[in-house]
């Protein structure tokens, strides 16, 4: 029964906190795993981080007190602690980029029922001297058809917040939090707090621009032809360095060169990477029309050793990063005769000896 007793109301919710201590712990992780299924079946892209708390008796007692108890008593109206408590159960998604923000926002709205919606990104951007940690926050719960469903049991009852942010905003308020005093500090330790808060700020937004400056890139890579007229190989002087520059193998155009060869392989980004890095280390200019040709010449060769031992061993694993490895290796030997590791060229070349012999 609500009272205007504090001490009473502490002794309630306590009673009510621990009892109720698992369900608690059941709706978090519940609640973790819907809103991952969710994102993962939507277009919001990478998602870093979802994770789950559920909010410490005394620190839920400590918020009431700071933040409802005095109105609540002045205006004499009873109250039960739980009833003010919407962030007992908090869910926290960290996306790689701030405009993933309201794409997640859409489609935990669209699914659960929401209560209330606390802006901190907006709330931050629209003062000139404020600094802290930006998000957005939602109050949510089951929506109805949701919560006559057996499986979101767990759930029933459970309001919960959702803390969205980038990965920039996380790491900020995870600073911001050790910045204490904040509103009594010198204002000289307010300006550099407010110039390191812009900073984060701006790696937030170039983070953004250089992820869409990329997909541009990778959708060029995919429209471009696949190897270069052989004319321009013969651009006036004052243009050839320029124009080799731009044509060097890159991530992007081998993807397009690789992906024509290899079209049921998925290439992971950052082997490829690393993957180019090793050509260029051995020819820092390496084009894309050089891998186009490597690869139209010598594939047919490469494939037939790897079937040679794949057949003498059919546990070992030749993947296509393996056979441009020796496509590279037959379309220029002095260059590229370290691209191989010592056993496997050694092999290579006796396999290919005794082929040309047989030919021959």
């Known amino acids: 029964m609500a009272s205007l007793d504090f001490e009473q109301e502490k002794r309630v919710f306590s009673k ?46 400590k918020k009431f007190h700071r933040k409802y108890q005095g109105k609540l008593e002045t205006d004499e109206q009873p109250y039960e602690i739980k009833d003010f408590i919407s962030d007992l159960i908090g869910i926290r998604i960290v996306c790689l980029y701030e405009d993933q923000i309201p794409v997640v926002s859409e489609v935990l709205q ?22 802290g940690y930006k998000g957005l926050h939602l109050d949510l719960a089951l929506n109805d058809e949701m919560a006559s469903q057996p499986k979101y049991l767990p759930c029933a009852d459970q309001p919960f917040e959702v803390q969205i942010r980038s990965l920039i905003q996380d790491a900020w308020s995870v600073l911001d939090h050790k910045i ?57 002087a004052g243009q050839a360095a320029a124009a080799a520059s731009a044509k060097t193998v890159n991530v992007f155009n081998f993807l397009r060169v690789a992906g024509h060869f290899f ?21 820092s200019g390496f084009q894309k029309s050089d891998l186009h040709t490597c690869l139209i010449e010598n594939l047919k060769t490469a494939r ?33 005769g370290r691209i191989l590791a010592k056993r496997a060229r050694e092999r290579f070349a006796g396999w290919l000896k005794a082929a040309r012999g047989t030919s021959a």
Do not use: W
């Open 16 to 61: 009510y906190y621990e009892s109720n201590r698992k369900q608690f712990a059941e709706a978090r992780n519940a609640y973790i795993r819907v809103i991952g299924s969710l994102l993962k079946r939507s277009e919001v892209g990478e998602i870093t981080k979802i994770e789950g708390r559920v909010k410490e008796k005394e620190e839920c007692i």
């Open 110 to 131: 669209r699914h659960f029922k929401t209560l209330d919606v606390t802006d901190k990104i907006l709330a931050v951007e629209s003062t000139e001297d404020s600094f």
């Open 180 to 236: 204490k005093y904040k509103k009594s500090i010198p204002i000289d330790l307010k300006r550099r707090i407010n110039i390191l808060s812009a900073l984060f700020e701006l790696a937030d937004r170039e983070f953004k621009e250089i992820r869409n400056a990329t997909t541009e890139l990778m959708q060029q890579a995919t429209v471009a032809p696949i190897s270069d007229p052989l004319d321009d190989a013969r651009e006036a």
């Open 263 to 283: 079209r049921d392989f998925e290439f992971e980004d950052h082997k490829v990477d690393d993957f180019v890095q090793d050509i260029l280390k051995l020819d």
């Open 304 to 336: 037939d050793y790897r079937d040679h031992l794949m057949a003498e061993n059919p546990d070992r694993t030749f993947s296509p990063y393996t056979l441009i490895r020796h496509c590279l290796y037959l379309y220029d030997q002095e260059v590229f």
